[in-house]
């Protein structure tokens, strides 16, 4: 069994900073992605960044170029460091896990960007 646990979330004001982290503990398989996912009230889950054990990434286009992902593959640890935020990135964010076919996710935190 694998659990995630998020924390960093919170409300800031539009233009700033937040980093989330995300760590996993349980039987974890060495080759997974790690990743963050964020649903707005009303809308479907989307992806936000993802990164593999090898350290390959991926960024939803709205991101780019503010959202930076990163892991630290011995603790187990995938984080997402949120810049420039805009009032359009509030949502609750997801962390996930993909490995051996299967699909593992925490219980989201929640990011709030307003003045």
């Known amino acids: 069994q694998v659990q995630l646990v998020e924390s960093g979330g919170g409300l800031v004001q539009p233009g700033g900073s937040l980093r989330l982290s995300c760590a996993a503990s349980g039987s974890i398989f060495s080759i997974n992605v790690m990743g963050w996912y964020r649903q707005a009230p009303g809308k479907q889950r989307e992806l936000v960044a993802a990164?593999?054990?090898?350290?390959?990434?991926n960024y939803a286009d709205s991101v780019k170029g503010r959202f930076t992902i990163s892991r630290d593959n011995a603790k187990n640890t995938v984080y997402l460091q949120m810049n420039s935020l805009k009032p359009e990135d509030t949502a609750v964010y997801y962390c996930?896990?993909?490995?051996?076919?299967?699909?593992?996710w925490g219980k989201g935190t929640l990011v709030t960007v307003s003045s």
């Open positions: 996930n896990l993909k490995a051996q076919l299967r699909n593992y």
């Open positions: 990164i593999t054990s090898g350290g390959n990434t």
